[in-house]
C-alpha cells in the first residue's frame, strides 16, 4: 500500500473515536489567567507592586495593572467632564496597552489617548487615541451575551488594544464626554486602570523549519502507527485525492510547507492547539469546491503561552459564515513583529479582559500571512469570541491593523479570501453566497432574530461598530470572489 494510502487508512481510524461537538467547556481558568488586582503584576515571579521596573520580565510575558486616578489638570473641559489620568515614567518595558474597568456592562462614554516613550531613544511619541467601544454591551468583539464566557464573572469593560512597539514610559489620560449631549457628560466607569503587555519573547526556532520530509514523532494511542514521513514528491501528486478531514492527531509533522492544496491539512499537526482531538469535534469531510489550505501559523510558531487559557475548547455545529475584523491595534508594526502583536492581543483578552482565550479563529498581517487564533483545531467549528451576538457556527478573522482611513494591501486581501474559501470550503458553503444566522442579541438585532447576511461579512453587518474599518470593508467584495475563484465556482 502507498504511504498515501497508509495515511488515509490511519486518518480514518483516527477521527473515527470522535464523539458528539462539545458546546460547554470549564469556568475555571488556570491560575496564570486569572483576573489581576489592581495594581500589580500578572505574571509571577514579576515584581510585587513598587518593585523598581529594571526587574527582568518572565519570559513568557507579563501584564502590569495600574489604576487611573482623578488628577489636575490645565487643560479645558465640559462643566461636570471627568479626567482620569496616569503618568509613569519609567515601567518595565512593554509593547501594548490598552484601558479596562471593571463592569463590562459599563460604558467608557469618552475619549481615551496616549502617549509613550520608547525604549532605548527616550524619545516620546504624540497622542494617540485609543479606540473605545462605546456599547451598552461593553465590548463589539465579545463572547455573545448569556453564553459561558460572558457568565464567567471574570469578563472586564474594555478599550482595544494598542500595539506602541518597545516601551518603557507612558501617559494616559480618560476623559469622559457623550457625543450625544456634550453637557452632560457621561461618568467614567469604576475601577479604570492602564493594562501594560509585554508580550515576551519570540519562541525558539524550530530546528524542522522547512524541512520536506519530517519523521513521525507519535502516534495516536490504539491506533497503528502512521508511516514515517511524506515526502513532497507524493503531497503534490495526491491533491484534491486527498481527505480533507483536517487535525488528525499525532500522524504527520510537516511544518512551514506553503499552500499543497487539500493534504496540506495534514501540515503542523504537532504544532496544532488540540493535539488529540479526541471526543471534542468530528472536523468536516471534503467537498465538491474545498480549496487549497493556505499556510497557516501555528499558535506555537507564534508563541502562544497556553497555561493563559482555559484548558478546554469550545464547539458549534457548523461554519456558515466568516466575519472579518481589524483588530485596532494600529498600522505601526513590522510583519516581522506580527507574532509579537498576536501574543501581546492574546494576552490583554485573556489576562486583562477576562476572556477564555484569544477572540478571533484566525488573524492576518498586514503582509497577509494568515495565523491560528483561538485554540480547538483550524479546520473545526471552533465557537470564537469576535462578533458579538454572531460568534454560533461563524469564524472570525481578523486583520492586525487599523483600516478606517488606511487602504489595506492586496496581500491582506489575499489572505483573507485563502483562509475563507478554505474554511468555508470544509462546510460546503460558497464565499459569494447569503446565509441566514440566529443573533445572540447584540445593538442591531435583537436575541433570536433571523437575520440574512453576505457569507463573508464585515463585523458591522453583525453589531454597530466601526469595524472592518471603512477601507477594508469596502474589499470584502473582492475578497469574496477570489474566494470563490479558489473553489472552483
Known amino acids: 500500500m502507498s504511504s498515501i494510502g497508509r495515511m488515509r487508512g490511519f486518518i480514518a481510524s483516527s477521527i473515527g473515536v470522535t464523539c458528539a461537538i462539545a458546546l460547554t467547556f470549564p469556568l475555571t481558568?488556570?491560575?496564570?489567567?486569572?483576573?489581576?488586582p489592581r495594581g500589580t503584576d500578572t505574571a509571577p515571579p514579576g515584581p510585587r507592586p513598587g518593585a523598581p521596573a529594571a526587574d527582568p520580565a518572565p519570559l513568557s510575558g507579563s501584564t502590569r495593572s495600574l489604576p487611573l486616578t482623578d488628577r489636575p489638570t490645565t487643560?479645558?473641559?465640559?462643566p461636570g467632564a471627568q479626567e482620569r489620568s496616569l503618568v509613569v515614567r519609567n515601567v518595565r518595558p512593554f509593547s501594548l496597552l490598552g484601558v479596562v474597568w471593571d463592569d463590562v456592562r459599563t460604558v467608557l462614554d469618552g475619549a481615551v489617548q496616549v502617549r509613550t516613550r520608547a525604549t532605548?531613544?527616550?524619545?516620546?511619541?504624540?497622542?494617540?487615541?485609543?479606540?473605545?467601544?462605546a456599547d451598552a454591551h461593553g465590548h463589539d468583539h465579545a463572547a455573545d451575551p448569556g453564553s459561558s464566557e460572558a457568565r464567567s464573572g471574570r469578563v472586564r469593560g474594555a478599550t482595544a488594544p494598542l500595539w506602541v512597539g518597545d516601551s518603557d514610559g507612558v501617559e494616559v489620560r480618560v476623559t469622559g464626554r457623550s457625543p450625544r449631549n456634550a453637557h452632560r457628560p457621561a461618568p467614567l466607569p469604576e475601577g479604570l486602570r492602564l493594562e501594560l503587555v509585554d508580550p515576551g519573547?519570540?519562541?525558539?526556532?524550530?530546528?524542522?523549519?522547512?524541512?520536506?520530509?519530517?519523521?513521525?514523532?507519535?502516534?495516536v494511542p490504539g491506533a497503528a502507527t502512521a508511516p514515517a514521513s511524506v515526502s513532497a514528491s507524493a503531497t503534490a501528486s495526491a491533491g484534491r485525492r486527498a481527505a480533507a478531514s483536517a487535525d488528525v492527531p499525532?500522524?504527520?509533522?510537516?511544518?512551514?510547507?506553503?499552500?499543497?492544496?487539500d493534504l496540506a491539512q495534514l501540515s503542523d499537526l504537532s504544532d496544532l492547539s488540540d493535539p488529540l482531538g479526541i471526543d471534542q469535534a468530528r472536523a468536516p469531510a471534503a467537498g465538491p469546491h474545498t480549496a487549497p489550505r493556505p499556510k497557516i501559523v501555528s499558535r506555537k510558531k507564534w508563541g502562544a503561552d497556553e497555561s493563559l487559557r482555559e484548558s478546554g475548547f469550545g464547539y458549534?455545529?457548523?461554519?456558515?459564515?466568516?466575519?472579518?475584523?481589524?483588530?485596532?491595534?494600529?498600522?505601526?508594526y513590522r510583519c516581522s513583529q506580527a507574532p509579537s502583536v498576536i501574543r501581546g492581543i492574546y494576552r490583554y483578552?485573556?489576562?486583562?479582559?477576562?476572556?477564555?482565550?484569544?477572540?478571533?479563529?484566525?488573524?492576518?498581517?498586514k503582509c497577509g500571512t494568515v495565523y491560528e487564533g483561538r485554540a480547538g483545531g483550524v479546520s473545526k467549528a471552533v465557537l470564537g469570541a469576535h462578533t458579538l451576538g454572531f460568534n454560533t457556527n461563524t469564524t472570525g478573522i481578523a486583520v492586525l491593523g487599523s483600516y478606517g482611513s488606511t487602504t489595506p494591501p492586496a496581500a491582506v486581501v489575499k489572505g483573507i479570501a485563502k483562509v475563507a474559501a478554505w474554511k468555508l470550503g470544509l462546510y460546503g458553503v460558497n464565499p459569494k453566497a447569503k446565509t441566514y444566522l440566529t443573533s445572540g442579541g447584540g445593538n442591531l438585532y435583537r436575541k433570536g432574530e433571523k437575520v440574512r447576511l453576505q457569507v463573508i461579512s464585515g463585523h458591522r453587518d453583525g453589531f454597530a461598530t466601526e469595524c472592518p474599518g471603512a477601507r477594508l470593508y469596502g474589499k470584502l467584495g473582492t475578497a469574496r470572489s477570489s474566494a470563490a475563484r479558489l473553489q472552483g465556482r
Open 75 to 78: 487643560r479645558s473641559l465640559a
Open 29 to 36: 481558568l488556570p491560575s496564570g489567567a486569572q483576573a489581576a
Open 316 to 332: 458549534t455545529n457548523s461554519v456558515k459564515a466568516a466575519f472579518v475584523h481589524h483588530s485596532f491595534t494600529g498600522n505601526n
Open 250 to 261: 499525532g500522524a504527520y509533522e510537516v511544518p512551514d510547507v506553503p499552500e499543497l492544496g
Open 120 to 133: 532605548g531613544t527616550g524619545t516620546w511619541s504624540g497622542w494617540r487615541s485609543v479606540h473605545a467601544h
Open 201 to 219: 519573547p519570540e519562541p525558539a526556532p524550530d530546528r524542522t523549519t522547512g524541512a520536506r520530509a519530517v519523521p513521525v514523532t507519535r502516534a
Open 349 to 365: 483578552h485573556v489576562v486583562s479582559s477576562g476572556w477564555r482565550d484569544i477572540g478571533y479563529n484566525f488573524l492576518v498581517d
